[in-house]
């Protein structure tokens, strides 16, 4: 009987209720993903505003990636207790109200405390709606629904600089928290209405142990790398204590995981070699990703001369060709599976980083096909990866899913952003042009990890496609 792969079927129908489902889960993480970049633009701006310093006012965006961090962990614990759907409408009504309050901030310490707050309810959107999406969306349709999220995750960030840089052109600094207000409102009432709102089971107690050792070990891990970044070196001894601490806080985290009925997180499904094969491949996916959004905008401001506002316009490309591809990623995905696409939108940023490794330098056409590409490698790859991890594991473990990717994502964001800015800062001395090749080096290497990353998921999802069509032998 010849088998008939079920991966190059047409693609389920999927209800309108879904979609419109998956547009505001989207909306919501727009509103949340927006804060990551739009506030970097204005620190001097607040800076003279409060007369601080430079350094307190870079905790405005420090404290709000930190608290991020230290939230990801208790959202399994908190959907399970609350309902995914109740915790996500909780964490934006939190984060309009908070948004509110920081454009009325009346000092810096201020500020900085609600940036926290701010953080923490961020923090719990996304993979709260991505809970959502992924237990009311089964197989053959979950790529085009995560590519809804993916589109607004990616998207958020990317024109946070040209927003905020058109917000202070002619307004204050707090209406850069302002404008979040409505967002939220809309977000929040489309939300009442189609959000599920089912109550949350019964579960134990909160793992105090547990979130106490990745509390600390993630924004601690994360800080550390950050600073290492900015510093242009792992030597202050902040640096090495921040690592060396949050290392130990992520290591004591697993071991005690290994060892409760009921951890926090449930760190077992990495026994799941598609969902360990997508992890990896996300790491590094995650520090090209996060790479670029350091890389691209220094490429044009060091070595081009551009200003903050012309940045912002040079890299929509990256922005646009992410939002051109994850809705195909998506359709391609539920059609032949995460393995395929993924390989090749990871090939595609591989082939992208190495062109400017290799030097674009008057060539200002190439190099903004360089930079669409990026955008659509970037955008084909994380739908597939996501969508391989989610539906590798079962309905009831996805909250842990959804928790531990997006930390994963942080972690190797913060880990590569760190690694090229060192690697470009050190090579600086030597000229631009040489800096930036050697940068862009490493990070189409790391492309190319991905890439392998991906081609062993693609090995791992076909050889388990062959074993559960195989024929019974009796």
């Keep these: 009987m010849t088998r008939v792969d ?8 999927i209800s309108p209720e879904t979609w419109r489902l998956a547009w505001v889960v989207a909306f919501g993480a727009f509103a949340g993903g927006l804060d990551t970049s739009l506030i970097n633009i204005a620190l001097n701006t607040i800076e003279r505003d409060f007369g601080a310093d430079l350094e307190l006012a870079q905790w405005i965006s420090s404290a709000y990636l930190l608290a991020l961090a230290v939230s990801l962990p208790v959202c399994a614990w908190l959907g399970r207790r609350l309902g995914v759907g109740r915790l996500w409408l909780g964490a934006l009504v939190a984060f309009t109200v908070v948004s509110g309050l920081c454009a009325a901030a009346p000092s810096m310490p201020v500020l900085i405390g609600l ?3 701010q953080g923490l309810t961020a923090g719990l959107l996304v993979p709260a709606g991505q809970t959502i999406l992924g237990q009311a969306v089964g197989p053959g349709r979950l790529g085009r629904v995560m590519a809804r999220i993916g589109i607004a995750v990616v998207l958020a960030p990317a024109l946070g600089p040209v927003l905020g840089g058109l917000l202070l052109h002619g307004l204050s600094w707090r209406w850069l928290f302002l404008i979040n207000v409505p ?9 009442l209405k189609w959000i599920p709102h089912e109550r949350g089971t019964h579960t134990g107690p909160l793992d105090v142990a547990g979130f106490a050792y990745i509390g600390l070990g993630l924004p601690l891990t994360v800080y550390g790398l950050t600073t290492w970044g900015a510093l242009g070196t792992p030597e202050p001894a902040r640096v090495l204590l921040s690592l060396a601490l949050g290392c130990a806080g992520m290591a004591a985290f697993v071991v005690h995981a290994l060892r409760r009925t009921d951890p926090l997180l449930d760190v077992t499904l990495y026994r799941t070699s598609a969902y360990t094969a997508a992890s990896v491949a996300f790491v590094f996916n995650g520090a090209l990703t996060f790479g670029c959004a350091l890389l691209i905008p220094l490429y044009f401001q060091l070595l081009r001369g551009e200003g903050v506002f012309e940045t912002g316009l040079r890299t929509l490309a990256l922005g646009a060709g992410t939002a051109v591809m994850l809705p195909l990623s998506g359709r391609l995905t539920d059609r032949y599976g995460g393995g395929p696409v993924a390989a090749t939108g990871t090939l595609c940023t591989a ?22 590409l990026l955008g659509m490698g970037i955008g084909m790859a994380s739908t597939p990866l996501m969508v391989s ?7 009831e473990r996805l909250p842990d899913a959804t928790s531990q990717i997006n930390i994963i994502v942080r972690i190797g964001g913060a880990l590569g952003a760190a690694i090229y800015a060192v690697v470009l800062a050190r090579a600086l001395p030597t000229g631009p042009h040489h800096a930036f090749r050697v940068a862009f080096t490493w990070q189409a290497g790391t492309g190319l990890a991905a890439f392998a990353g991906a081609l062993l998921l693609w090995f ?7 074993r559960a069509t195989a024929p019974a032998h009796h």
């Design 115 to 117: 940036r926290v707050l």
């Design 183 to 191: 967002i939220g409102i809309l977000a929040i009432l489309a939300g």
């Design 351 to 372: 082939v992208a980083t190495g062109a400017f490794a290799l030097g674009l330098d008057q060539q200002p056409v190439l190099e903004q096909a360089m930079i669409f």
């Design 460 to 466: 791992i999802l076909s050889r388990n496609d062959d």
């Design 389 to 395: 991890a989610f539906t590798a594991v079962p309905r």
């Design 6 to 13: 079920s991966r190059s079927a047409p693609p389920l129908e």
